[in-house]
């Protein structure tokens, strides 16, 4: 599969590390310690063109396939995930819904803001009443001549701080819910009656914010709709079309993720000695290698593939993509444990970036569906 990899994209890894190494890598534990990526930082993603990995060259974007943008996923996660967090929103949840259901006008006016990280754009679904039953949200949109009128609040919205554009779902027909009662708004910064709520504090993922979103009377043009007004209660299905492509991605990030904590517990195993000689030696420690490596190597093939099935048919694989997260993201977790077990002391301290990597992977089991809805998910499909 390696082989496959076409020289455009060989090229753009290598710079990819060459960034994660000289320009990511040395402030990573800054960004933990403030909670702040560096502007610095994100005018150097801006010109490697990073916010717009997935859209499409007419739209100023890299244009990169789906295998593409997870490999390119998968080198960023091997530092801080809160740079692939940063981009995440661009390339994935915040701008598919557009560029899957939206109309031309829509493509033109807003993708290629999204793809030069001009623009940051975010996606509103959870609510509150809405987590895992993303269809039991409870914002509405009221028609109003040739606007909607939304009221409600959205929370745990990454980047939502930082969003200029945000991608809301709301209720245009209560009795429906997801047979077509949820509408997909593109709502700006700006918009009289939208504000940014309250800023979580997480348990990881310092760097990048998780926020609520307050709509209070906002007023959103119904040109505003995902798709035009053809499209009104046809939101549920563009959310869940989305998040299809995200769970891949998020399987590419656990992934790069996982195969950092093997090498930096293959280092430690090599280089720590007790009972005078390097802890590698040990068969303990070598089974917990082993199975990590032997796991990140069945991870990848399973992303490739599914990454490269949605490259060849389209958007439709729905049961492939709850399988990459499920298993990627179990698996990272999984080997973030190992790693830590292997570092011993070492691992649970700050100082070393293996405590870091196991708060952070720990909320991919969770964000963009949790591991009991992917599991639900492939079920269904395998019923039906
Ligand atoms: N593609 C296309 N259509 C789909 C679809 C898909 N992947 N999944 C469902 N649909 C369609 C169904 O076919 C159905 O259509 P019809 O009415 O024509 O039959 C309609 O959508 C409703 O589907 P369901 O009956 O399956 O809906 P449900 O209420 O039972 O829920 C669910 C399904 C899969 C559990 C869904 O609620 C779900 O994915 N939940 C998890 C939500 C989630 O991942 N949230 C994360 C938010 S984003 C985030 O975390 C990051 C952030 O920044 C906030």
Not at 101 to 117: F, I, V, W
Request: charged share 25%.
């Amino acid at each position: 599969m390696q082989n496959q990899i076409s020289e455009d994209i060989r090229i753009m890894l290598e710079t990819i590390r060459r960034f994660v190494k000289k320009d990511l890598e040395p402030i990573s534990r800054q960004v933990e310690d403030e909670d702040k990526i560096p502007p610095e930082t994100v005018r150097k993603m801006r010109e490697l063109g990073l916010f717009g990995l997935s859209i499409p060259q007419e739209y100023e974007g890299l244009g990169l396939s789906t295998w593409g943008e997870c490999l390119v996923y998968e080198e960023l996660s091997k530092t801080n995930a809160c740079f692939r967090t940063r981009i995440a929103t661009n390339n994935g949840i915040g701008s598919q819904g557009i560029l899957l259901d939206g109309t031309e006008e829509q493509k033109q006016k807003y993708l290629p803001r999204l793809a030069s990280g001009e623009w940051t754009a975010c996606f509103a679904l959870s609510e509150p009443e809405a987590g895992s039953d993303a269809a039991n949200i409870q914002t509405t949109a009221l028609k109003d001549g040739d606007k909607y009128i939304l009221n409600g609040v959205k929370h745990f919205i990454t980047n939502g701080d930082i969003a200029d554009l945000a991608t809301v779902f709301a209720l245009t027909d209560k009795g429906k819910r997801a047979k077509g009662g949820i509408t997909a708004f593109l709502v700006e910064k700006g918009t009289p009656g939208f504000e940014v709520g309250t800023i979580e504090r997480k348990m990881g993922l310092r760097g990048t914010h998780t926020c609520q979103l307050i709509f209070d009377n906002c007023p959103v043009p119904e040109e505003n709709i995902v798709g035009g007004a053809l499209m009104t209660g046809q939101g549920f299905k563009t959310a869940m079309r989305t998040l299809d492509k995200g769970r891949l991605t998020m399987g590419a990030s656990a992934l790069g993720s996982a195969q950092r904590l093997l090498g930096l517990s293959l280092d430690y195993a090599k280089q720590r000695v007790q009972f005078k000689q390097p802890i590698g030696n040990f068969q303990s420690v070598q089974n917990m290698l082993a199975d990590m490596a032997t796991q990140i190597y069945a991870a990848r093939q399973m992303l490739y593939h599914a990454a490269q099935l949605r490259d060849e048919k389209g958007s439709a694989v729905i049961k492939e993509a709850s399988m990459v997260k499920l298993f990627c993201t179990e698996m990272a977790g999984k080997v973030a444990d190992m790693a830590v077990q292997i570092h011993g002391g070492m691992g649970y301290m700050k100082d070393f970036s293996v405590e870091r990597f196991y708060r952070d992977l720990r909320l991919t089991r969770i964000y963009e569906g949790t591991s009991e809805i992917q599991r639900m998910v492939i079920a269904r499909q395998l019923l039906k």
